[in-house]
Nanobody
Framework: QVQLVESGGGLVQSGGSLRLSCAAS????????MGWFRQAPGKEREFVAA????????SYSDSVKGRFTISRDNAKNTVYLQMNSLKPEDTAVYYC???WGVGKSVTTHGAEYDYWGQGTQVTVSS
C-alpha cells in the first residue's frame, strides 16, 4: 500500500510559479511510475505530467508543455511538479498518482494508476 500526500498549492498571480510536492509512504517508491492530474470545477480530471519509475522518461500534456516540469527524488520518496508561467486556466485541484512501474512505460491514463493523493488546490488569479 502506498499513501500519497500533496503539498505546495496556493494562490498565485498569473505569470507566477509554484512547486507542488507529493510525498509517498513505503519503501518501494523508486519502483513506482508517478503522475500529476488536475480537475477544475465542472470539468473532468485531466492528465498533466508523468514520470517513469527510474525518472528517465517524462510526458506532458500539450497545455503545460514548456511551462511545467515533473521530477522525482527517490531518496526522499517525493515527486515534484514545478509550475512556471502560470495562467488562470491552470486553476484546479492537483492530484498526485502512482502505480507499480518497473518494466512499464509512462502512462497518461488516470485509470492505470492505483494510488491517489487527496489533492492540493492551485488558484491562479488574472
Amino acid at each position: 500500500q502506498v499513501q500519497l500526500v500533496e503539498s505546495g498549492g496556493g494562490l498565485v498571480q498569473s505569470g507566477g510559479s509554484l512547486r507542488l510536492s507529493c510525498a509517498a509512504s513505503g519503501r518501494t517508491f523508486s519502483s513506482y511510475g508517478m503522475g500529476w492530474f488536475r480537475q477544475a470545477p465542472g470539468k473532468e480530471r485531466e492528465f498533466v505530467a508523468a514520470i517513469s519509475w527510474g525518472g528517465r522518461s517524462t510526458s506532458y500534456s500539450d497545455s503545460v508543455k514548456g511551462r511545467f516540469t515533473i521530477s522525482r527524488d527517490n531518496a526522499k520518496n517525493t515527486v515534484y511538479l514545478q509550475m512556471n508561467s502560470l495562467k488562470p486556466e491552470d486553476t484546479a485541484v492537483y492530484y498526485c498518482a502512482g502505480r507499480w512501474g518497473v518494466g512499464k512505460s509512462v502512462t497518461t491514463h488516470g485509470a492505470e494508476y492505483d494510488y491517489w493523493g487527496q489533492g492540493t488546490q492551485v488558484t491562479v488569479s488574472s
